[in-house]
């Protein structure tokens, strides 16, 4: 079945990095979109950052664009949350996620992903 496996987060100070991976397994990786959410404590799950199938196209919330980026390995099967200028706002718990259905373009909610990972923490110290 299909598995992702988040790793990279951790504490870190404001104006700080970090770089998040997804580690996928169970099928075709790429084949798949691949999103990171995040989700806050009392707060809902909400949209990050996206890429289609290829890796040609990618889409971000406003709140991180210009800070984050998303890529993928399509040979090492992996997704990645390169994340620069954090502030304390970010602290959440990331999610990776990709849809049931392949050759999807960029998702960009909740409801269009099948597949999630179980998360990995990201705290911002001010």
């Known amino acids: 079945q299909v598995q992702l496996v988040e790793s990279g987060g951790g504490l870190v100070q404001t104006g700080g990095s970090l770089r998040l991976l997804c580690a996928a397994s169970?099928?075709?990786?790429?084949?798949?979109?691949m999103g990171w959410f995040r989700q806050a404590p009392g707060k809902e799950r909400e949209f990050v950052a996206a890429?289609?199938?290829?890796?040609?196209?990618?889409m971000y919330a406003d709140s991180v664009t210009g800070r984050f980026t998303i890529s993928r390995d399509n040979a090492k099967n992996t997704a990645y949350l390169q994340m620069n200028s954090l502030k304390p706002e970010d602290t959440a718990t990331y999610f990776c996620a990709t849809s049931r259905d392949k050759f999807q373009p960029v998702l960009h909610s909740v409801g269009m992903f099948a597949y999630w990972g179980q998360g990995t923490q990201v705290t911002v110290s001010s």
């Open positions: 890429i289609n199938f290829r890796g040609s196209s990618t």
């Open positions: 169970g099928r075709t990786f790429s084949d798949y979109p």
